[in-house]
Nanobody, 123 residues
Framework: QVQLVESGGGLVQAGGSLRLSCAAS????????MGWFRQAPGREREFVAL????????YYAHSVKGRFTIYRDYAKNTLYLQTKSLKPEDTAVYYC????????????????WGQGTQVTVSS
């Protein structure tokens, strides 16, 4: 059974940083493209970043490019999202997800999801 478990969220002031983690089990971690999405209250879930399984290439939403970094530790089967220069508009529940597809940026392309971790950025 595939499990994705996020952690690392919390309350932070604007300009601060957080590192989110996603521990994966039940899947061949190195064979999956992993992504981060977020969902703010009253809004649709949106793409944040992904890292492809084939070449480790990373892609970011325009709104987070230059502030967020996605990376993975194959030995620990863990995905990370390092955030910095956080803004109040980054407030959302952050989800990690896995897919065999490359370059997947929409929710329907992902097969597995975690339960989410709350990030709240105060102004």
């Amino acid at each position: 059974q595939v499990q994705l478990v996020e952690s690392g969220g919390g309350l932070v002031q604007a300009g601060g940083s957080l590192r989110l983690s996603c521990a994966a089990s039940g899947l061949t971690f190195g064979s999956y493209t992993m992504g981060w999405f977020r969902q703010a209250p009253g809004r649709e879930r949106e793409f944040v970043a992904l890292i492809n399984w084939s070449d480790g290439g990373a892609y970011y939403a325009h709104s987070v490019k230059g502030r967020f970094t996605i990376y993975r530790d194959y030995a620990k089967n863990t995905l990370y999202l390092q955030t910095k220069s956080l803004k109040p508009e980054d407030t959302a529940v952050y989800y990690c997800a896995g897919t065999r597809r490359l370059g997947a940026t929409i929710t329907e392309e992902y097969d597995y999801w975690g339960q989410g971790t709350q990030v709240t950025v105060s102004s």
